[in-house]
């Protein structure tokens, strides 16, 4: 168990849906990662947020949008939902702050099925 | 886009055999990490190296890194059937903030 959580686990919807995963991390971690895995795009990284603050940005979609809140748990937005989304959506934690990058603990992810 | 290109992409061997994969990368970097991942599951970390270092051993897991060739590779020894799995390469870019980029990963299947 890494001690992040991610919920829901499994998600089914349709085209032009909105849905929102949410990540809680791990204990004392003050980072947040997206990341979203596919067949043909591999794990693509998404968006981090460190202690509420957005830190830098990957290949996210302006459909899709996070963010961090006081607790730390973060959200992931996804909107106008395409088949294409259809992926594993995994959030990941660690205490990296500047400089100091280490491991990044691995939510189960949330399966997002988009019919 | 990806920053880490993993060689082989898929790798068959027996229980007791070692396995090898590469990874390249195009930037500089922090450190580079491995990530092993069941089918489906969560990533699991295995192994940092710094830019600094060049070799790095974890139980039956060595990590060596050459940053003028921008390449490292992960060598697992005495393979058993657990082993199965993908396993990412992922680096560290130097952008400040840690920002982890993943390879294109190699799935492993050690047969018994």
């Known amino acids: 168990d890494s001690g992040v959580t991610q919920t829901p686990k499994h998600l089914i919807t349709a085209t032009g849906q909105r849905v929102t995963l949410r990540c809680s991390p791990r204990s004392g971690d003050l980072s947040v990662y997206w990341y979203q895995q596919s067949l043909d795009q591999g794990l693509q990284f998404l968006i981090q947020?460190?202690?509420?603050?957005?830190?830098a940005k990957g290949n996210i979609l302006e459909r899709f949008s996070a963010q961090q809140f006081p607790d730390l748990h973060s959200e992931l937005n996804l909107s106008s939902l395409e088949l294409g989304d259809s992926a594993l959506y995994f959030c990941?934690?660690?205490?990296?702050?500047?400089?100091?990058?280490?491991?990044?603990?691995f939510g189960e992810g949330s399966r997002l099925t988009v019919l | 886009s990806q920053q880490g290109e993993e060689d082989p992409q898929a790798l068959s061997i027996q229980e007791g055999e070692n396995a090898t994969m590469n990874c390249s990368y195009k930037t500089s970097i922090n450190n580079l990490q491995w990530y092993r991942q069941n089918s489906g599951r969560g990533l699991v970390h295995l192994i940092l190296?710094?830019?600094?270092?060049r070799e790095k051993h974890s139980g039956r897991l060595r990590v060596t890194l050459d940053t003028s060739k921008k390449s490292s590779s992960l060598l697992i020894t005495a393979s058993r059937a657990a082993d199965t799995a993908s396993y990412f390469c992922?680096?560290?870019?130097?952008?400040?903030?840690?920002?982890?980029?993943f390879g294109t990963g190699t799935r492993l299947l050690v047969s018994p």
């Open positions: 992922a680096t560290d870019m130097n952008t400040g903030f840690q920002k982890l980029v």
């Open positions: 190296i710094r830019s600094n270092e």
């Open positions: 947020y460190y202690n509420g603050e957005e830190r």
């Open positions: 990941a934690s660690s205490v990296a702050s500047q400089g100091r990058g280490g491991e990044l603990f």
